[in-house]
């Protein structure tokens, strides 16, 4: 904990500002801006008009996918955005920020042409004489301090999978429904993340920030079912191909545990990565008030949501404070931020700043920017770069984008080595940033 406290004191905060443009407006010239690690960058718009794109994934003949959370999967060729949506996309629920999700080409896509989507998937209503999740809590629910006005719609994460002919998808099916079904008593915030590990397994994050457990000791708990591993929500799960759960999952076998479950304890999973050394899986989550982080995923390890965090929680207390979640589970300590049992960041953000994608850039057009992280922040609409030391230490961060004032979505190297960026509006952009010559 000191350690950590330490790295982050010593960060310096260095920012590239693009000159002359307006709040929410992307000039359709290219932007010139300043780097303290490299020189001049250069900010291109190669699409515009996209409705609250969501992710990116670059096919082998230079072309582009692009999901929107409104449902639609969109198509970028030789650069220009075609008009007309690709047809085969999964039938969509669109809440808040759950739509259509991630997006991921199988390892072997060139073989196969599988395509991975996530979505929210409307589920079966709330039984009658159930009560709304959001009235079961210790404590009043801390989104503005009252269950919402819902009408019992229940919603869930799904996986699917299709192929992509070069037109559209075919054979679209679901291959994991996530056991996680959230009523619209509570705000539905579920996000979910993919990413195919060196292991060849998909990884696949559920976000649960606000749901109680199926069952156990946080039933009353607001984001207890994170800790409820009955559920897949709050968890990262370890797929194959086909959607099933692999044989050496850890927790294959033990009574009461999804099979699929690879992590648990995790609030809201908005980005997974690949450490290009390590093959270690990186993963990134929205804390509530304070408390955003990175974590290194270890098989099996528990990251602590709701009952620990780097921070506090809307209801003022520290996450996991008889203030924050109350009753037996609440922890008369929660201001330590530790808690025996449980994994700590690798980074956090106090207050939160909503970091959306995720990056390690590992190619040669800016070339001091090699084992970088990039993550992308929705709150304070930027593009952060980490700097590691030898030791793995964050030694510094890096703004970009703050006066383009646009909320980033995702974050992805191409394969020409530039970085692409989704900026989540309405109309939205797909954003390229190289090297000035």
């Given amino acids: 904990m000191t350690n950590l406290r330490a790295w982050l004191s010593a960060t310096v905060v260095v920012a590239l500002l693009i000159v002359g443009t307006a709040a929410q407006t992307i000039p359709s010239v290219p ?15 190669i699409a515009d ?50 739509g259509l999700m991630d997006i991921a080409l199988h390892p072997r896509f060139a073989e196969n042409g599988f395509v991975y989507l996530t979505y929210a998937k409307l589920g079966p209503p709330l039984p009658p004489g159930e009560a709304p999740m959001a009235t079961r809590f210790h404590l009043p629910y801390s989104i503005g301090g009252r269950p919402l006005p819902g009408n019992g719609l229940q919603t869930t994460v799904a996986l699917a999978r299709g192929r992509w002919n070069g037109r559209t ?4 099916r679901d291959i994991l429904v996530a056991d996680d079904y959230q009523d619209d008593s509570l705000t539905q915030t579920a996000a979910s993340r993919l990413v195919f590990g060196p292991d060849g397994m998909l990884y696949m994050g559920d976000g649960a920030p606000n749901a109680p457990a199926y069952s156990g000791p946080y039933t009353r ?3 207890g079912r994170a800790q409820d ?23 294959v076998g033990r009574k009461g545990y999804k099979p699929e479950i690879f992590t648990l304890g995790h609030r809201n999973p908005l980005g997974l990565a690949v450490h290009p050394q390590t093959g270690a899986i990186w993963e990134h989550e929205n804390g509530p008030q304070d408390g955003d982080e990175v974590n290194i995923l270890k098989a099996g390890a528990n990251y602590g949501w709701p009952l620990v965090g780097m921070g506090r929680d809307y209801a003022g207390d520290y996450i996991g404070g008889p203030g924050s979640i109350g009753g037996p589970v609440a922890r008369s300590d929660a201001s330590n931020m530790y808690m025996p049992g449980m994994e700590q960041p690798v980074i956090f953000w106090t207050p939160a700043v909503a970091p959306s994608g995720m990056a390690f850039y590992t190619g040669d057009r800016f070339p001091q920017w090699k ?20 030791k793995g230490w964050i030694v510094r961060r890096e703004y970009y984008l703050e006066d383009l004032k646009q909320r980033i979505r995702d974050v992805r190297q191409g394969p020409d080595g530039l970085v692409y960026l989704l900026t989540d509006h309405s109309p939205g952009a797909l954003l390229r940033l190289e090297p000035t010559r």
């Fill in 49 to 98: 008009g996209l409705e609250n794109p969501w992710s990116l994934a670059f096919l082998p003949d230079g072309n582009m996918l692009v999901t929107e959370r409104a449902g639609r999967l969109r198509v970028i060729r030789n650069g220009v955005l075609d008009p007309t949506p690709i047809a085969g996309a999964p039938d969509v629920h669109v809440v808040r920020i759950m």
């Fill in 229 to 251: 591993p009955s559920s897949h929500g709050g968890k990262i799960l370890r797929l194959r191909d086909d959607g099933t759960a692999p044989p050496d999952n850890p927790f």
């Fill in 371 to 390: 084992g970088s992280l990039l993550i992308g922040v929705l709150k304070y609409r930027r593009l952060e770069r980490h700097v590691f030391n030898d």
């Fill in 169 to 172: 998808l075919t054979d679209v």
């Fill in 31 to 45: 932007l010139v801006g300043q780097s303290a690690a490299y020189g001049a960058v250069t900010v291109t718009t």
């Fill in 221 to 223: 708990t607001q984001g």
